[in-house]
Nanobody, 119 residues
Framework: QVQLVESGGGLVQPGGSLRLSCEAS????????MNWYRQASGKERELVAS???????????DYPDSVKGRFSISRDNFKNAVNLQMNSLKPEDTAVYYC?????????WGQGTQVTVSS
């Protein structure tokens, strides 16, 4: 019924790029606060990108300093999806990346997709 399906992860060399996609089913992403998190092995989950909208328009987009200028989150309302463009990737970006949707008490998560940055 309600599902987030992620794709686009994989192995990339340092300095390379990946584009993650998260397609939602059962709810409209344009009405939700959409986030990308990542969790490296043995470490806590951290927020890497967030986009917030009101009435289908973007209200704000935020990134932590660790990825600012390299990562970009966007919405595709036609596909009911949220994307994460990742450029200039570094080994420390290696993690499982999760898509998250939140609104009120709703809290939906994708299954995660592995991103490995290694030469």
């Amino acid at each position: 019924q309600v599902q987030l399906v992620e794709s686009g992860g994989g192995l990339v060399q340092p300095g390379g790029s990946l584009r993650l996609s998260c397609e939602a089913s059962g709810f409209p992403v344009r009405f939700y606060h959409m986030n990308w998190y990542r969790q490296a092995s043995g470490k806590e989950r951290e927020l890497v990108a967030s986009i917030r909208s009101t009435g289908g328009s973007v209200y704000s987009a935020d990134y932590p300093d660790s990825v600012k200028g390299r990562f970009s989150i966007s919405r595709d309302n036609f596909k009911n999806a949220v994307n994460l463009q990742m450029n200039s990737l570094k080994p420390e970006d290696t993690a499982v990346y999760y898509c998250n949707a939140a609104r009120g008490q709703a809290d939906y998560w994708g299954q995660g997709t592995q991103v490995t940055v290694s030469s």
